[in-house]
């Protein structure tokens, strides 16, 4: 006879394998699937999670393959941690394009695969939309990782929706991103902080500043927070959590090209042409051909200093109107062969250990973590003026509008200032 002990455990692996089940051969997870899921998180079903985990004994996690950096921490730091902590294969399956697993789930959706390749995906914004209203995802699930309940705050604009559209627990964070300015304090001692000193800047030093045509991701996103400081609704809140209105871009967004046309003739190039990519703006920030260059990683000041590519002169700063923020996710497949594997790779990518050392800016929040873990997060960017507190960060942080908005500003810029005639 089985004793007490025994068949807690085995009641607790039930719940466990009921939670992770990949029976439904559909999308459309059924009622009591759901229910259960949503079922408020327990440290014993974790447990039980974790017993699955180790007996699955992989995990594989399909991932843009475009960031040195980004698959170096993935194949050497988490899946070392993955394989100390829990005896857990971490695969790295490099893509070129997220395109490429996009396709591939939806391929199998349609063919019925319910033992498929792919157990986490890294994803956000359009694809994270796409996959969710394809039901390609299983979930939700990100109340049931610890690290989520401990480290994460469900409330935040940018961890509740992802470019506007509401993650519903469906994903988790790996990282964010937020709009910074880097300059060169031996160069320049004041640099402008808000948009009304950046035009009269940019007007007694012609030639020294530009940003990335909106092709590139950071050159969208400096015109899309133009565009939130100075259209003519008077901020980004008319454009949030509505349905997409084309009319009112075209209407609000006139004082946007106003702006940034009366910028234009003291651009680098006389704004004739603007780099192609960030890469290209940071050559020539580096050389000192202008005085700035624009990121999404708050980090990044401090990690070029760090390496001595930069000065350890450069300094950084946000907007005081305040700078885009958007994060980015991991998220599991509707037919995972691997659901609690995935499980613990989401929550240890959420670990303090995994964010702080990463290199790129925090998903969880820095308010939430412990004094003695905040001090190694400091140490982590050593002391480096370059880099931007996380207090500073989190007060100026703005949410991402929905990629309809975004692709009609970009519109909105290549018809009203990119072209020549702008």
Request: hydrophobic share 40%; no cysteine.
């Amino acid at each position: 006879m089985r004793n007490l002990l025994e068949i807690k455990e085995l009641r607790r692996l039930s719940l466990a394998a009921a939670l992770l089940a990949s029976a439904v051969s559909s999308a459309q997870v059924s009622a009591d699937f759901r229910r259960a899921l949503l079922a408020p998180f327990l440290e014993d079903r974790w447990d039980a999670i974790i017993s699955l985990a180790r007996a699955e004994g992989e995990v594989r996690w399909w991932m843009w393959n475009g960031d040195r950096n980004t698959n170096l921490w993935v194949d050497e730091f988490a899946a070392r941690r993955m394989w100390e902590l829990y005896g857990i294969r971490l695969r790295r399956v490099g893509v070129d394009h997220p395109s490429v697993f996009m396709d591939r789930l939806a391929e199998d959706m349609k063919k019925g695969v319910s033992d498929g390749a792919i157990d986490v995906v890294w994803l956000n914004g359009e694809n994270f939309r796409t996959a969710r209203r394809s039901d390609l995802l299983w979930g939700p699930f990100a109340h049931h990782l610890p690290n989520y309940i401990k480290y994460s705050d469900p409330a935040a604009q940018d961890i509740a929706y992802d470019f506007g559209f509401p993650t519903n627990g469906f994903e988790t964070v790996y990282g964010r991103a937020q709009l910074v300015v880097y300059y060169d304090g031996a160069r320049l001692k004041t640099p402008p902080t808000n948009l009304v000193q950046l035009v009269r800047w940019v007007r007694q030093n012609p030639g020294r500043f530009t940003y990335p045509e909106v092709n590139d991701h950071t050159g969208s996103g400096f015109v899309r927070n133009v565009f939130y400081h100075t259209n003519s609704t008077g901020g980004w809140q008319a454009f949030m959590g509505k349905e997409f209105d084309a009319e009112l871009v075209d209407r609000a967004a006139a004082t946007t090209w106003a702006y940034l046309n009366g910028l234009k003739p003291y651009l680098w190039q006389q704004g004739q042409r603007y780099p192609k990519t960030v890469s290209e703006l940071d050559d020539m920030f580096q050389k000192g051909e202008v005085d700035f260059t624009i990121s999404y990683s708050p980090l990044k000041g401090a990690n070029m200093v760090k390496v001595k590519a930069w000065p350890p002169t450069v300094r950084g700063f946000v907007l005081a109107e305040g700078t885009l923020r958007n994060a980015n996710f991991v998220a599991i497949p509707f037919n995972a062969k691997n659901k609690a594997a995935a499980l613990v790779l989401a929550n240890m990518v959420m670990s303090p250990e995994f964010q702080i050392l990463s290199g790129t800016m925090m998903g969880i929040e820095y308010s939430k973590l412990s004094e003695k873990q905040q001090d190694i997060y400091r140490g982590r960017v050593g002391g480096n003026e370059a880099a931007i507190p996380p207090e500073v960060l989190d007060k100026h942080a703005l949410p991402e509008l929905t990629e309809e908005y975004v692709r009609a500003i970009e519109k909105g810029w290549r018809d009203n200032v990119g072209s020549s005639g702008g």
